[in-house]
């Protein structure tokens, strides 16, 4: 069953990560919103939360990854306050730019908690559908983030 559990999130995580460049780099109506004050979060938290998983594919494992992306992300987001040589060489890349950020945003802040919850929620979807439910009933019940 992790077998088949894993294939989906392998699934997921590419799903995920094509909608959250998508977001990203979208341009049209509301652009600026959408791609710089919190949407564009919502799935790269997910994509956080979906990789870790990939790792530890037990349901009582999501409350604690989603509270520790959650965190994680949102000491990132402060991160991006410091303009260290060395951090400024790793975002001047994409993949540095997207796993770092660059510039600090207070929106991101309520995007991560909101993306952690839709996380939270879609790994339980996908935790409980693919059959693995070892540890339901525990601290993976409830989501503080």
Same mark, same amino acid.
């Given at each position: 069953?992790?077998?088949?559990?894993?294939?989906?999130?392998?699934?997921?995580?590419?799903?995920?990560?094509?909608? $959250?460049?998508?977001?990203?780099?979208?341009?049209?109506?509301?652009?600026?919103?959408?791609?710089?004050?919190?949407?564009?979060?919502?799935?790269?938290?997910?994509?956080?939360?979906?990789?870790?998983?990939?790792?530890?594919?037990?349901?009582?494992?999501?409350?604690?990854?989603?509270?520790?992306?959650?965190?994680?992300?949102?000491?990132?987001?402060?991160?991006?306050?410091?303009?260290?040589?060395?951090?400024?060489?790793?975002?001047?890349?994409?993949? $540095?730019?997207?796993?770092?950020?660059?510039?600090?945003?207070?929106?991101?802040?309520?995007?991560?908690?909101?993306?952690?919850?839709?996380?939270?929620?879609?790994?339980?979807?996908?935790?409980?559908?693919?059959?693995?439910?070892?540890?339901?009933?525990?601290?993976?019940?409830?989501?503080?983030?």
């Amino acid at each position: 069953m992790i077998k088949s559990l894993r294939v989906k999130i392998l699934i997921s995580l590419a799903v995920v990560t094509v909608v $959250g460049y998508a977001l990203k780099f979208y341009r049209g109506p509301a652009d600026e919103w959408i791609n710089d004050l919190g949407p564009a979060s919502i799935p790269y938290e997910m994509m956080l939360m979906l990789f870790v998983f990939f790792f530890v594919p037990e349901q009582k494992n999501i409350f604690p990854i989603a509270v520790g992306v959650c965190v994680v992300t949102c000491i990132l987001e402060f991160l991006q306050l410091w303009k260290a040589p060395w951090l400024m060489v790793i975002r001047s890349t994409l993949p $540095g730019r997207a796993l770092l950020g660059n510039t600090f945003s207070w929106w991101d802040l309520p995007a991560y908690p909101v993306g952690c919850l839709v996380g939270y929620w879609y790994l339980r979807w996908i935790a409980g559908s693919g059959g693995n439910r070892s540890g339901s009933g525990e601290s993976g019940d409830r989501l503080l983030c």
